[in-house]
């Protein structure tokens, strides 16, 4: 298998966790499988220090961002102070050539001074908000989201969000089940699905400190492939289903029908990796009627078909 070529940009004054997360998730001491080659680049190659005392060696220039599949900027600590030329036409030189560019947290405002986000959607660390949208005018920020992918550009919220986004990117290249392989060991949750757009990330959470919402996440989990009732789950509960409704949006910050509709689609995304059921039987396996609406769910939710998603992730599980 074809490595996929990752350059990191780093900067001096650099974040640790920034850049420890694109360097963790693409390296192979987590995976326990080498997918991705990884080259940290910077304007003038050698050792970088952080504030923190923490040091990385640097062992190419920016000319290795021109080369690579993917181009990660984790972190940019002045966001009004224009980035290097050579680095933003670089960048911009990277996206003609195919590459998928990167922003994560304020590395978004890199993006954003190379101007391959004109005309997108963007995401960046809520506090820096109005300094992008001053500067940035024609990027079109989403104040809600933990990640945007627009056109192969992909930027995300501040700090833990490069988790969420760097995850997507295994996801989206070699399917659900690597990506919540590598979740599991890493002890975060594998994905965070949600109504917003393809692959822009919501929670579903497992858990909340509501105890009766506890209880019934367990109970759906445990009954996903069944008929679910909202009057019946209420009962279950002792709540009304007003009530119901509220506390469950109150502890997940979703709809009942919202979370169950994500765990649908979740565990139909492995099936289709992991098994060779036709996609009649994985919808009866998670609690579809017809294989018609799981369909058009998949479709609306993820932008393929549950055919085209098979196999897509199907033949890159069987060649990596």
Not at 48 to 61: I, P, W
Not at 166 to 177: A, D, E, H, K, P
Not at 299 to 314: D, H, L, M, Q
Request: hydrophobic content about 40%; charged content about 20%.
């Amino acid at each position: 298998m074809k490595l996929t070529t990752v350059a990191i940009v780093a900067v001096d004054g650099f974040s640790p966790f920034h850049y420890s997360v694109p360097c963790i998730l693409f390296g192979d001491s987590v995976s326990g499988k080498k997918r991705f080659n990884v080259t940290i680049c910077a304007e003038n190659p050698g050792l970088l220090t952080s504030r923190d005392g923490f040091a990385l060696n640097a062992t190419h220039d920016y000319s290795a961002i021109r080369q690579a599949d993917i181009v990660v900027v984790p972190y940019w600590a002045h966001v009004l102070e224009r980035p290097p030329q050579t680095l933003l036409d670089s960048l911009v030189q990277a996206r003609d050539n195919g590459a998928e560019i990167v922003g994560l947290c304020l590395g978004s405002f890199v993006l954003g001074y190379a101007g391959i986000l004109n005309g997108k959607r963007a995401a960046t660390h809520w506090e820096f908000e109005r300094q992008f949208q001053s500067l940035f005018p024609a990027v079109q920020l989403d104040i809600n989201a933990l990640y945007v992918d627009d056109d192969n550009i992909i930027t995300s919220a501040g700090t833990a969000a490069a988790l969420d986004c760097c995850l997507y990117i295994i996801r989206q290249r070699f399917g659900s089940v690597v990506a919540n392989q590598i979740a599991r060991r890493m002890i975060v949750p594998p994905h965070r699905e949600g109504g917003q757009a393809q692959f822009i990330a919501q929670p579903v959470p497992e858990t909340t400190r509501d105890a009766r919402i506890n209880n019934l996440i367990d109970y759906l989990q445990h009954n996903i492939s069944q008929p679910l009732n909202l009057d019946a789950l209420a009962e279950s509960v002792a709540m009304s289903r007003r009530t119901l409704t509220r506390h469950f949006m109150k502890a997940t910050g979703m709809s009942v029908v919202s979370w169950i509709t994500a765990e649908r689609l979740r565990r139909s995304q492995l099936l289709l990796e992991s098994s060779n059921l036709p996609v009649e039987a994985v919808a009866e396996q998670v609690g579809y009627l017809s294989a018609v609406t799981l369909r058009q769910q998949f479709k609306a939710r993820f932008g393929v078909s549950p055919a085209e998603w098979r196999k897509t992730f199907r033949t890159q599980s069987q060649a990596g």
